[in-house]
């Protein structure tokens, strides 16, 4: 029965199928984002940049779609002309993914990375009780579409409903676009509306409420409307250090003076509306024991790349006697030591890897006498992973009709190089895995003109990148 | 209804990616394989271990058998080894020149040079010249998803500008194909139960040897006169074998494992 009738609810859908979709006799018009396929059953993704990318199997296709509406049916013709490319990959957090011959159950995070979840506890605790039925066996050879990131070792390291909110397209998760959604029509009368009362109140706030000699606070003052402010004024006790007028937020920074430092300092906004009335409001900034000649801060770099470790060393001065020592990444402690040593390592993943965010590094050493020493803050800025730099060289400048030439591309990277390919016209000529020089041979060349080689490096964190060689110029034979 | 069919499609995709299967009986599970061989463990898949320590998947059974005639060479490891080795960053390609290769959605037969890239025959006559008369049975359908495997070349304008037997002799093993460094080997460092991976290794004089932990465990490579830092998940040590001899190593966490490292001429 149950049968009969998928059947026939089947045979309906078939047909209007063919009622709406009549085969097409012209151009399609497609859309960046939209779904297609050909003859065949196979359905392609068409990319902002005018391929189609390939689900690998029905479970991808799933973690984006719940059903097949609106994909357009292309002739054979027209979907030909469609170049083919690489594979999509899960969406983010919806499901897990294991393959069967490795022993790990992986996160799906944003542009295919897959995130190894360490503990039973860990799936549980981020996709619920019934973990174990959100997890997809990925055959082997799909393996390859994706690349491997950061292991999860904390609940808070990873948040699936976030990672799959923010990877709202497929256009956007391969990066075929910078922009999370596709555009759409944006609501063109916004005229800021006019205060009908003066504002009663602002925000104020400091960086940090408790600073060491020489560090460097910001003070922050924003105020609901520009309409009703005349200026806003920003001081240090009694000294001004920024007026800012006709603006709602105001800022600046202040560094604690490094000699002859109080015990305190006051931070005050003072807000003037337009009718020369004011509001005011103050923050208490409190110097704290100054441990910089004591103990420092070592980054083994001060730019990472998100899923790369953060490495931090503290060195204290032999002259105290070390209780403690405790890392702080943004006033968090991330690692302690307690074993009495002058030496303290940390190495580890920032718990917020969003491009451009700056985060504090320091070192604070509790003495066996309990006095508290407190480094200078050294700062980690994340940034978008570097591209390989690739250098192209052809074995000569200058060539006889005829001839045939070498062409080496070699390519460094900090990250290490996974391949490099040697290119002629966006042609691959010669791919080499791994980091050594990439030579081929090529020609011979039969036309008077000038020849231009390009290559092309990966490096171990998929960040791609290309160069061309300086023109050779084939001439004629003497 | 295009759901189910769609379904079928796919799924054709998916199991060719694992069935790369030998018919043969099951020889005895052994501890002792190198850079070069083939491996498999319990199950069905083989896998090509390469110099990066890493193991390369068939995504079909065409693609294995452009490279070898049968699975009389696989070595059967213990699947905790297996597990210990990453897979492979790309997929083994076709080896070059045996066959041409054609998407269904894609009008274009090519053939294959070396690295797995792709370069468009322009006509019949053409594909004539390089694979006979009965070229046709030399094209073999590449499915979709495993056409990302692959990069596109130059296309072919003479049919001098690629001899399918030359390039052939010229890549006879995958390590050449995908220009692996062959001075250079890497070892992975697996839990304590699972220990080095390989256990022991022969290596030519002047050799790089990387050791890998793919553990979540703290494990310190110590040798005779030598040792690492503690090393984390994917940390790495390297040293290179510079006199011939046979080295023992430990981890300095875990004595229980051990591992060798024979250096020849």
């Known amino acids: ?478 | 209804m295009r759901m189910s069919k769609l379904f079928g499609a796919l799924t054709m995709a998916a199991t060719l990616a694992t069935s790369v299967v030998p018919m043969a009986a099951n020889a005895a599970v052994t501890t002792v394989f190198s850079p070069g061989d083939l491996i498999k463990g319990s199950g069905q898949t083989v896998y090509y271990f390469g110099w990066d320590g890493r193991r390369y998947v068939f995504p079909n059974e065409k693609t294995y058998f452009t490279w070898y005639k049968d699975f009389s060479t696989v070595k059967q490891i213990p699947d905790t080894m297996l597990q210990t080795v990453p897979l492979g960053r790309r997929n083994v390609t076709y080896r070059p020149g045996v066959k041409m290769v054609k998407v269904t959605t894609d009008p274009r037969t090519y053939v294959i040079d070396q690295g797995g890239i792709l370069r468009h025959v322009p006509s019949q006559q053409m594909a004539e010249t390089l694979y006979g008369i009965a070229w046709k049975n030399q094209i073999d359908d590449l499915p979709d998803a495993f056409y990302a495997d692959y990069k596109v070349g130059t296309a072919l304008v003479l049919s001098s500008d690629f001899t399918p037997a030359d390039v052939m002799t010229l890549t006879t093993n995958i390590a050449i194909d995908k220009q692996m460094d062959q001075t250079a080997v890497t070892v992975s460092i697996g839990s304590k139960e699972n220990g080095f991976v390989p256990p022991s290794l022969t290596v030519k004089k002047g050799t790089l040897v990387t050791w890998t932990n793919t553990d979540s465990s703290l494990h310190r490579i110590v040798g005779n006169g030598w040792q690492s830092q503690d090393l984390k998940y994917q940390e790495s040590y390297q040293r290179v074998f510079s006199t011939v001899g046979s080295f023992d190593y430990g981890c300095g966490i875990y004595p229980v494992m051990n591992g060798t490292i024979n250096v020849i001429e």
């Open chain 1, 1 to 478: 029965m149950k049968l009969k009738q998928t059947l026939h609810n089947l045979a309906l859908i078939a047909c209007m199928t063919s009622a709406l979709l009549p085969m097409p006799t012209g151009a399609t018009t497609l859309q960046s984002g939209d779904l297609i396929k050909g003859p065949g059953d196979a359905v392609y993704y068409y990319g902002e940049d005018g391929k189609r990318y390939v689900f690998p199997n029905l479970k991808t296709y799933q973690t984006w779609y719940n059903d097949f509406t609106g994909v357009k049916a292309l002739s054979l013709d027209e979907l030909q002309a469609i170049s083919l490319a690489k594979n999509v990959t899960y969406k983010p957090g919806v499901r897990m993914i294991k393959v069967e011959s490795i022993p790990k159950v992986y996160a799906v995070a944003a542009n295919g990375t897959l995130r190894w979840i360490t503990t039973e506890d860990l799936a549980e605790s981020l996709y619920g009780a019934d973990w174990n039925k959100k997890i997809d066996d990925l055959p082997d050879g799909f393996f390859v579409d994706y690349k491997i990131g950061a292991p999860i070792v904390a609940v808070a390291d990873f948040a699936p409903a976030t990672e799959s909110a923010s990877a709202s397209t497929i256009n956007f998760n391969l990066k075929l676009t910078s922009t999370p959604t596709t555009p759409t029509d944006t609501p063109t009368s916004t005229t800021p509306t006019e205060p009908t009362t003066p504002p009663t109140a602002f925000d104020f706030s400091v960086s940090k409420t408790n600073a060491m000699a020489g560090e460097i606070v910001t003070l922050s003052a924003s105020a609901p409307s520009v309409g009703a402010i005349s200026k806003i004024e920003l001081f240090i006790d009694t000294t001004l250090i920024k007026s800012c007028n006709a603006v709602t937020a105001c800022s600046s920074d202040y560094q604690i003076p490094p000699s002859n430092t109080a015990s305190s300092y006051v931070a005050k906004a003072i807000v003037t509306k337009l009718d020369a009335t004011t509001l005011t409001d103050t923050e208490t900034l409190t110097t704290v024991a100054n441990g910089t000649d004591k103990v420092t801060v070592r980054l083994a770099r001060t730019q990472v790349k998100p899923n790369q470790l953060v490495g931090v060393t503290i060195d204290v001065n032999s002259e105290i006697a070390v209780g403690r020592v405790d890392i702080f990444v943004d006033s968090q402690i991330v690692g302690s030591c307690a074993n009495g040593s002058h030496l303290c390592q940390w190495t580890g993943y920032l718990t917020n890897q969003t491009l451009g965010t700056v985060h504090e590094v320091k070192g604070r050493v509790t003495s066996n006498y309990e006095t508290k020493y407190t480094s200078f803050p050294k700062y980690v800025t994340v940034s978008e992973n570097d591209e390989p730099s690739i250098t192209v060289s052809p074995a000569k400048d200058s060539i006889y009709l005829g001839e045939k030439l070498d062409v080496t591309v070699s390519a460094s990277d900090d990250d290490g190089i996974l391949s490099i390919d040697v290119m002629k016209d966006g042609a691959v000529l010669k791919h080499c895995e791994g980091a050594a020089p990439c030579t081929v041979s090529t020609g011979p060349w039969n036309t008077i003109g000038t020849l231009t080689f390009g290559g092309k490096a990966t490096d171990a964190l998929s960040k791609t990148a290309e160069n061309t060689s300086s023109p050779v110029s084939v001439v004629a034979q003497p």
